[in-house]
């Protein structure tokens, strides 16, 4: 997640034009695909899905070494897909699990307008494209949050359910954020966007594990320890020393992938295999 506190405070002069200022705040969305996992010597299917709302949307379907476990990617606020290549082929060649991971509406090669609606659209979306899939385990697919993308994952476990939910440097809600960006400043009922995981994780069903850095500076340490007190069990909690808001996966190195592949091998080692099939439409919040 990046931020931009000149525009934060420009919403509070902005009078009747405080949503298009806050998307400038909220999202950095970035439309051209700098490489692809060919580059990196992935195997990869390009793939294009479809929205509730018509909206045609692009992702990656790597597929793994062996393992039966699936990892549904939802992205952070910049760039798109192809800025996380290299976490990317980390994972799949120390972890041997499936991945998906798509771009929000605007950002990458996906059509449409970002909004806070729209992500919980292309969630939807996402969720039903993988587990409609015929060589997959629809019973051992995980969501993954990283930052932004933490709040989206929320809202998808609780309306779908997964076998496991992990959220790297999660935040509490865009008003807490702007809160501790301007103390002073009554900025948060200006806000429409909203992305409220502290009010939702409560919601969760699914067995969780909470990732943050030792000194995220973006983020602070503090929102990732209590998002994981208000969630129900079971939930584990990883500090990963030293690591700031984007390098989690590098500072964290083989002890991080470790215990991400102990949490993945618990979450889904006794769920019974299903069939895959198509899920219905959810109505976005």
């Known amino acids: 997640m990046r931020s931009a506190p000149v525009l934060m405070l420009t919403l509070i002069l902005a009078g009747g034009c405080v949503e298009p200022l806050e998307k400038r705040f909220i999202f950095f969305p970035y439309k051209t695909i700098e490489e692809t996992p060919r580059e990196w010597g992935l195997p990869y299917e390009e793939i294009y899905f479809t929205t509730e709302d018509g909206l045609r949307l692009n992702g990656w379907w790597i597929p793994g070494t062996g393992s039966p476990i699936t990892l549904l990617w939802f992205h952070g606020n910049a760039g798109n897909i ?3 290549l290299d976490n990317i082929k980390l994972r799949r060649d120390r972890l041997g699990i499936n991945l998906f991971i798509f771009d929000y509406r605007e ?38 949050g990283e930052s932004l993308g ?7 476990a609780i309306r779908h359910g997964c076998a496991g939910l992990i959220l790297e440097s999660p935040f509490l809600s865009i008003r807490e954020m ?21 009010s939702k994780i409560g919601k969760v069903r699914a067995p ?6 030792e000194y995220d500076e973006i983020v602070p340490f503090r929102h990732g320890r209590r998002l994981f007190e208000a969630a ?9 020393k030293r690591a700031h808001h984007n390098d989690l996966y590098l500072v964290g190195g083989k002890a991080y992938l470790d215990a991400l592949a102990r949490f993945l091998e618990r979450v889904t080692a006794d769920r019974p295999s299903l ?7 959810f109505p976005s919040s």
């Open 82 to 84: 192809s800025h996380r």
């Open 275 to 281: 069939p895959a099939q198509p899920w219905p439409s």
């Open 208 to 213: 969780l594990l909470i990732v943050h850095g």
């Open 232 to 240: 129900p069990a079971p939930k584990e909690f990883y500090t990963v």
């Open 107 to 144: 950002y990458g090669r996906s059509e449409g307008q970002v909004s806070e609606d729209g992500t919980y659209r292309d969630g939807n979306a996402a969720v039903q494209y993988v587990r409609g899939r015929k060589d997959l385990d629809p019973a051992r697919i995980v969501f993954l």
């Open 178 to 198: 702007a809160k501790m960006s301007f103390p002073f400043l009554p900025i948060g009922p200006l806000l429409r966007t909203r992305y409220d995981s502290l």
């Open 150 to 156: 933490s709040a989206v994952a929320v809202e998808m």
